[in-house]
């Protein structure tokens, strides 16, 4: 028997051969995950955050500020468990915006732009990779998820809107059109016709917020804020149980009389006892 | 096989026999040919599915007359004009919701035209506004060419609840080079927009390419280290500390500080360069009905029919005339189709000359009595609308409608071409075999 060369990794000992394979196999999951994730993600976000980041006429600054961060924290809180419990490994939400961002812009190149003549004046996404880097950091400096619900979920949602205000404040300056005042936003919307979106159907801030001396932005935030911990939470939760392998015994089969099938009682005792 | 020659079994091409081969090439050829004939098939969406909307909402919402068109055919950045009044019909369908909040929308194939104005009764209709049934409006859209080919364009109100409305559709040849459009604006605080498409457009790239490479710093650290199965292990034999280094948490406390660094220093940037903005503007506007016009000729339905196979509306109507002056029947105008009375040179004027023909039935408008109704005089009379326009349309579908009813517009002139226009409508009877 030839003689086996031994490295360590982590604490741990592997055959040079096994290491080497370990690491191809890193370079061929990881691809296959950023696409899975980037399909899931973007679905997710497509159906949860919809108009508020398809367009430049819906970032308000209370409903846009509120939905998003609460829509984007799921994915990113569901792989921090995986990512941290299973591998130590705290890139799980910025691993899952970076997915998501990529999967909008294809779809905003290829199906707006392109397919649909939008210019990109009206339909750029949001930024949310700097709230991630703050999940992922406080999740790394704590190693304890519910700081990093918390601390985290709070930062995520509480950087959204600083984070896109350098490229939003440009659409946020206001024009005459026909005798009225408009934000460049607002005109761009107007322009650029949605034949099948009428403006009242622009669900944003209407001035339902006007108690709080017009800082809409910061107090949808601070809402924001309180149901990120909670969807972090859950979305942990939902994590944890996507990772377990679940198995039922088949009972079909026996109530079928199919032969080779064992009662409830033989498969799962536990479960036929109680 | 066996009844073949033997040079064709035996003999080869590319290591096939020439059975076989000839086969392959036959099933390349029939793809070839299928995907042809499937590209030639798939066209672009031309049009609005305007004739896919239920006949009861084309016959009783929103009713388009006076249309007219500035042009049908202009060069990128040149201005398309429509101009028209609509009525919201005295007898809308009791399932839809009333036009409380409605938009003055274009229906176009995405936005092929930039709309840079329009206007309800004057009133800007950037924003929705309530608007009243049994009432007229005027509106004026202006747009200006942005996508060269060919488009249908149509006027729109949307009502909430009750969907797009579509006016009549035209097509408009759009010509040039689309790289030529411009939609310059300034701003109140006098910033020069030179083009509202590309308008920020470098500033939103730069800012998803400045925060996508330090994504990647951020993960390359990581993933630069052998990853899953190696850190797997390591977790599961309890040598998680081994995983995660001080020097790991220096490097994640100084991402994040750089971090809220550059997050507060580009907001306090972009906050110093627009230091005067508005939030997105979402009120209602108030728009006033036009004035009520003359309505002196009152038209009840005796008796309507549709003929499928014939595809002929014959619609008894008793037409009293409490005005002052005769009267005879010019048009009978429903979901924007207008038949007209070709006898009466006042109808006939009241069409412009970039009407889409398509909507204007040749066969027009026939009466079985033409004559002046005098004032104070009550007559019946028979009106025949019939044309392939209900089969194109798609209007025979009412037959299906739940709600069978018809409605429309009739116009009335005088001697000195003066008209007055008259609601109708009523409950309408299929002939499926041959005509009243």
Not at chain 2, 48 to 74: V, Y
Not at chain 2, 81 to 109: H, M, Q
Not at chain 2, 144 to 166: E, Q
Request: charged share 20%.
């Amino acid at each position: 028997m030839a003689n086996i060369e031994y490295v360590e990794i982590y604490g741990v000992k592997w055959s040079k051969w096994a290491a080497v394979l370990s690491r191809r196999f890193d370079f061929i999951v990881a691809p296959i995950l950023f696409l899975a994730v980037v399909a899931a993600f973007h679905l997710h976000f497509m159906l949860l955050a919809g108009d508020w980041d398809f367009w430049v006429d819906w970032k308000d600054r209370q409903w846009w500020v509120t939905l998003t961060p609460i829509v984007a924290i799921t994915f990113p809180a569901a792989l921090h468990y995986v990512f941290w419990e299973k591998l130590r490994l705290p890139i799980g939400a910025t691993f899952a915006v970076v997915c998501l961002i990529f999967g909008i812009w294809i779809t905003r190149i290829f199906a707006f732009n392109i397919w649909s003549y939008f210019p990109y004046s009206m339909v750029w996404p949001a930024m949310l990779i700097p709230g991630a880097i703050l999940l992922d950091v406080v999740l790394l400096l704590t190693g304890n998820f519910f700081l990093t619900a918390i601390f985290g979920g709070i930062g995520f949602a509480l950087l959204f809107y600083p984070s896109n205000y350098p490229m939003l404040a440009a659409y946020h300056l206001p024009v005459e059109v026909m005798g009225t005042v408009a934000s460049v936003a607002d005109y761009i919307g107007y322009a650029f016709t949605r034949t099948a979106t009428p403006e009242y159907l622009r669900m944003i801030e209407r001035g339902t917020l006007r108690t709080f001396g017009g800082h809409s932005a910061w107090v949808a935030s601070a809402f924001s804020a309180f149901v990120c911990s909670l969807t972090y939470i859950a979305w942990w939760y939902f994590g944890m149980f996507m990772t377990k392998v679940i198995t039922v015994p088949n009972k079909v089969k026996h109530l079928l009389g199919m032969p080779g099938t064992a009662p409830v009682a033989e498969a799962r005792p536990g479960l036929a006892a109680s | 096989m066996s009844g073949l020659p033997a040079e064709i079994k035996t003999s080869t091409h590319h290591g096939m026999t020439h059975m076989r081969y000839a086969f392959v090439r036959f099933e390349r050829w029939c793809q070839a040919l299928a995907a042809v004939l499937l590209l030639s098939i798939c066209g672009p969406a031309l049009a609005h599915g305007e004739r896919n909307q239920e006949p009861f909402l084309r016959f009783r919402t929103a009713h388009f007359f006076d249309m007219k068109w500035n042009t049908t055919k202009l060069a990128v950045n040149g201005d398309l004009i429509v101009t028209g009044k609509f009525r919201l019909f005295e007898d809308w369908p009791t399932s839809l919701p009333k036009p409380d909040v409605a938009f003055l929308g274009n229906g176009t194939p995405g936005p092929v035209l930039a709309r840079v104005e329009s206007y309800i009764n004057g009133v800007p209709a950037m924003l929705s506004s309530e608007l009243v049934l049994d009432r007229d409006y005027e509106f004026k859209t202006v747009m200006k060419g942005r996508l060269p080919g060919r488009h249908h364009v149509h006027p729109m109100i949307n009502a909430r609840g009750a969907g797009p409305l579509l006016g009549p559709g035209n097509w408009v040849e759009i010509t040039g080079d689309a790289k030529d459009f411009k939609l310059p604006v300034t701003t109140i605080d006098g910033t020069k927009i030179d083009n509202l498409e590309t308008w920020g457009v470098s500033t939103v790239f730069s800012w998803h390419a400045l925060w996508f490479a330090a994504a990647l710093v951020f993960m390359l650290w990581w993933l630069r280290k052998p990853l899953l199965m190696t850190r797997y292990r390591a977790v599961d034999e309890g040598k998680e500390h081994l995983l995660v280094t001080k020097g790991d948490r220096i490097w994640g406390t100084a991402f994040l500080v750089g971090t809220l660094v550059l997050v507060i220093g580009g907001a306090n940037w972009a906050e110093s360069k627009y230091p005067r903005t508005v939030p997105l503007q979402a009120g209602q506007s108030r728009v006033e009905p036009l004035p009520m016009d003359n309505r002196s000729v009152r038209v009840k339905v005796v008796r309507a029919s549709y003929d499928v196979p014939g595809r002929s509306m014959k619609i008894k109507v008793e037409i009293k005339n409490e005005g002052t002056s005769p009267v005879r029947v010019g048009e009978f105008l429903t979901a924007n189709l207008r038949f007209v009375n070709k006898g009466l040179p006042a109808a006939v004027a009241g069409v412009d000359s970039l009407f889409p023909k398509d909507l204007v039935p040749p066969s027009g408008l026939k009466l079985d009595n033409d004559l002046p109704i005098a004032p104070g005089e009550t007559r019946v009379v028979l009106l025949d609308a019939t044309d392939a326009a209900w089969e194109l349309e798609r209007l025979t579908a009412m037959i299906n409608d739940p709600d069978n009813r018809v409605g429309g517009l009739i116009f009335f002139y005088d001697a000195e071409g003066k008209r007055q226009i008259s609601n109708v409508s009523g409950p309408i009877l299929p002939v499926f075999t041959k005509p009243i």
